[in-house]
């Protein structure tokens, strides 16, 4: 689920009382003001989680973008050349 919106993330972890990785929390703590910038950072961070993943033999993923499929396409574009 590609996070793109600070307030998200924030109520995720206060319901959950999970913490978050430092390098996606500086995210967060930089862009989480500006929700454009936050989008696009979220959805970078995505696509190299999905990198990531793709490169240590994960062959099949699913995206949850909460009736957001604009998020789901920038993600895809990202990945152009990446996946077939």
Known sequence: ???????????IVSLSGATLPPRFQAIIDRFGGDPLSMEKAGVAYATDQIIDLIANGVNHIHLYTM??????????????GIIA
């Open 1 to 11: 689920m590609p996070v793109v919106r600070a307030k998200q993330i924030k109520r």
């Open 67 to 80: 009736n957001r499929p604009e998020i789901a396409a920038a993600i895809l574009h990202n990945l152009e």
